[in-house]
């Protein structure tokens, strides 16, 4: 506590011109006596067996053991501040401004709609989302938070994982019903296979991941040209989830090579090292965390 007293005199002792700070100035903003100021001080001073402060009758200076104490006190002092303002906005409403950058299909199908309902459930709350492919920075950007998925690469940033993503080699009935299922791995070299920014696909196999080159007369950097193209039964594809969930549960696709499939992907939240996590950064994340938890199905598609 006589930290604190001290402290407070000294900002009051610097926020004046020099020579001119007071046990009074101090008293008044912290609202106790000027006698109880002096004991604090007093008792600070014998507890280090060091003077801080030099006394007159006419006015109070610091003297350099004092001005380097306060300097090391300070950032203490100003992080029990922040910690104490931390816990008092734990319950309040989320305000400001929010930069955020996501994938840009993922961020469409999943995060902008999560971030929607945030700004309703909080309209103190205005939002930039930027959708991307490209792994921008966030401190150059003025980003509060990335949605990254995958491996993540950048150790610089603090991460927090929202869930995870499955990848699933599928097919419409009509494909199968003419070239048949793959069994194996070897058998995708006799099937169309429909590719994207990659020519290859991800396999595990006995628990070590296996990439496959793959073949076909389709290539297309989107998602969903590649959904449309595999309904209507022009080859076969590797998806996550989030694109074909809904045509596997309605029978539109069928899943293949599950005993294959590799491993569940990190979904995270990102932010940067050394910038502290707001209140409605935190809520944020913490609702993505809740929501993406919630709409993971069950059966195989969460599995």
């Known amino acids: 506590m006589r930290w604190h007293y001290v402290y407070f005199f000294y900002r009051q002792w610097l926020a004046r011109a020099p020579g001119n700070g007071s046990f009074t100035a101090a008293a008044r903003k912290l609202e106790i006596s000027t006698a109880q100021v002096s004991r604090q001080v007093s008792a600070l001073e014998e507890r280090l067996a060091t003077r801080l402060l030099y006394r007159t009758t006419r006015k109070v200076s610091v003297t350099e053991a004092g001005q380097i104490y306060y300097q090391h006190c300070r950032p203490l002092l100003d992080g029990l501040n922040e910690a104490e303002r931390a816990l008092n906005n734990l319950q309040s409403a989320p305000q400001g401004r929010l930069k955020i950058t996501a994938p840009t299909t993922y961020g469409e199908s999943l995060i902008a709609p999560l971030l929607n309902n945030f700004i309703v459930q909080y309209p103190g709350v205005s939002a930039e989302l930027v959708l991307t492919n490209q792994k921008v920075d966030l401190v150059d950007g003025g980003f ?74 389709l290539h297309c950097n989107s998602g969903y040209a590649l959904l449309d193209a595999a309904l209507k039964g022009i080859g076969i594809m590797q998806l996550p ?14 899943s293949m090579l599950q005993q294959q499939q590799p491993g569940p992907e990190g979904i995270w939240a990102l932010y940067p090292h050394n910038r502290h996590l707001s209140p409605k950064v935190r809520m944020l994340v913490d609702y993505l965390a809740s929501q993406l938890a919630a709409q993971a199905l069950p059966g195989a598609l969460a599995r």
């Open 241 to 254: 989830d989030y694109y074909v969930e809904s045509c596997l549960a309605d029978g539109r696709l069928v």
């Open 144 to 217: 509060d938070l990335a949605i990254r998925l995958g491996n993540l690469e950048d150790s610089s940033m603090m991460a927090k994982r929202l869930g995870s993503r499955r990848q699933y080699v599928c097919a419409s009935p009509k494909y199968l019903e003419s070239h048949g299922a793959p069994a194996t791995l070897a058998d995708l070299t006799q099937h169309n296979c429909l590719s994207g920014t990659l020519d290859s696909w991800r396999f595990q196999i006995n628990g070590q991941e296996k990439t496959i080159r793959i073949h076909g007369n």
